[in-house]
């Protein structure tokens, strides 16, 4: 009986880790987030994302990922996004990324912590991801308080788009 009931344990141990492994948010390309020193996002704090892109023949979309907590008293947080492909110049992009709206907070949130993963597009006319090789963006709050005050991580995530 002994025996059974170590084979059960295992069994359902194995399958539990099954669900685990395949049940998980597969980060497609390249996710990255930084945390703010001491939850104050200050201006000249610009942190870099940097990563390769191999397959040009497909589309991409890019997201801003922050964290803060519920004493955050904006609905949105504006950034100069800095982006440089393979061989090209930097172009600066103005962003204004909504948090919340009426009924609250649009991100998930635990206890009194919210993250917020807000998808954009960049002009295709000055921006894109055509060739293979290296691209870096830098974040730059430009919000009127400096420094920015609860904001716990900020990131970028990049995933191919599915149809």
């Given at each position: 009986?002994?025996?059974?009931?170590?084979?059960?344990?295992?069994?359902?141990?194995?399958?539990a880790?099954c669900?685990?492994?395949?049940?998980?948010?597969?980060?497609?390309?390249?996710?990255?987030?930084?945390?703010?020193?001491?939850?104050?996002?200050?201006?000249?704090?610009?942190?870099?994302?940097?990563?390769?892109?191999?397959d040009?023949?497909?589309?991409?979309?890019?997201?801003?990922?922050?964290?803060?907590?519920n004493?955050?008293?904006?609905?949105?947080?504006?950034?100069n996004?800095?982006?440089?492909?393979?061989?090209?110049?930097?172009?600066?992009?103005?962003?204004?990324?909504?948090?919340a709206?009426?009924?609250?907070?649009?991100g998930?949130?635990?206890?009194?912590?919210?993250?917020?993963?807000?998808?954009f597009?960049?002009?295709?006319?000055?921006?894109?991801?055509?060739?293979?090789g290296?691209?870096?963006?830098?974040?730059?709050?430009?919000?009127?308080?400096d420094?920015?005050?609860?904001?716990?991580?900020?990131?970028?995530r990049?995933?191919?788009?599915?149809?």
């Amino acid at each position: 009986m002994t025996v059974f009931k170590k084979f059960y344990g295992l069994r359902y141990l194995l399958l539990a880790t099954c669900y685990l492994l395949f049940s998980c948010d597969h980060i497609n390309l390249y996710e990255k987030v930084v945390p703010v020193p001491k939850h104050q996002w200050q201006s000249n704090f610009k942190p870099e994302f940097t990563f390769n892109i191999k397959d040009t023949a497909v589309p991409y979309q890019l997201y801003f990922i922050v964290r803060h907590n519920n004493q955050y008293k904006y609905n949105n947080v504006w950034v100069n996004l800095y982006a440089k492909g393979p061989a090209d110049t930097v172009h600066k992009f103005v962003l204004e990324l909504p948090l919340a709206n009426k009924e609250g907070w649009l991100g998930s949130g635990i206890d009194d912590v919210f993250e917020h993963r807000v998808g954009f597009v960049l002009d295709p006319q000055k921006f894109n991801f055509a060739r293979a090789g290296e691209y870096r963006f830098t974040l730059e709050q430009i919000m009127r308080d400096d420094p920015l005050s609860n904001i716990m991580d900020v990131g970028l995530r990049l995933e191919k788009k599915t149809p």
